[in-house]
């Protein structure tokens, strides 16, 4: 079975920086799509995006692209989110998730094995 754990949160200014690791156990992540997920307090659980079994593809949220990228290094069995230029908006609990499909899903429910999920606030 696979289990995933993010590492990296934390509280950080308006325009700071911030790196999040996925990583894995149970079973190799180079065989999984993995999507990172933003629930800001009192909200929907929403995409952030998505990378590709291979790491060849990756699809972004509107709100992430430009600011956010999403790497793996499946050697290490680990997937990473840095999150540049970060707002008040960014503020939630951030979950990675795992899916053995292809592409790059982007559905909550495409997804069947989750982290706990850190928490990251930005605030001035």
């Known amino acids: 079975q696979l289990h995933l754990v993010e590492s990296g949160g934390g509280m950080v200014h308006p325009g700071a920086s911030l790196k999040l690791s996925c990583t894995a156990s149970?079973?190799?992540?180079?065989?999984?799509?993995v999507g990172w997920f933003r629930q800001p307090p009192a909200q929907a659980r929403d995409f952030v995006g998505t990378i590709s079994r291979s790491g060849l593809t990756t699809s972004y949220a509107r709100s992430a692209q430009g600011r956010f990228t999403i790497s793996r290094h499946n050697a290490e069995n680990t997937v990473y989110l840095q999150m540049n230029n970060l707002t008040p908006e960014d503020t939630g609990v951030y979950y990675c998730a795992a899916a053995a499909s292809p592409g790059t899903p982007l559905a909550v429910d495409a997804f069947p094995s989750w982290g706990p999920g850190p928490h990251v606030t930005v605030s001035s």
């Open positions: 149970g079973r190799t992540i180079s065989t999984y799509a």
